[in-house]
């Protein structure tokens, strides 16, 4: 398993430096366009093409910020348990969190399928949007593997607890 877990932080930073580059590129194309707009020579598909970033930010952000805690968690009333609830409690969390992310994940390629075969494209542009959600849905099976390897974690952090 550690291989895979590997692998996943490999392709986890690799996600984590699309993502970058597709913010860079979202505060450009936008400044530009601002610019543009000013001197009457708008980038035509700006709003697309900023859209389409913004997924893809989104997208290959969740399995680094998964992996790094960083999503906001209420934790008030988790923090009067003991240890080994509060790990329950997580398992508990990131096992409902893995079903529905998987089946988010398995509907997402059988959407990007149909959009492909439908040939549906982007309005102004032309771009055939399925290559985005391809990209979402091969994001979040990423993810899925995440919150799979902290279940890993908290079933060790579990067993510890056991042993003490």
Known sequence: MDIIFKALNKF???LKFIGAL?????MLLTVVDVIGRFFKYPIF???E???FMATIVVATALPYTY???GHVGVEILVRLFSD?????????TRLVSLVLFGLITWQMFLYAKEIHHTGEVSMNL?????YIIYLLAFCLVAFSITI???LFENFKQLKELKTK
């Open 84 to 92: 080994k609830t509060q790990i329950i409690i997580d398992i508990i």
């Open 148 to 150: 799979i390897e902290k």
């Open 45 to 47: 598909g700006s709003v």
């Open 49 to 51: 093409l900023v859209g």
């Open 22 to 26: 597709a913010l860079v590129g979202m």
């Open 67 to 69: 992996k790094v805690e």
């Open 126 to 130: 032309e771009f055939p949007i399925y």
């Open 12 to 14: 986890s930073n690799i």
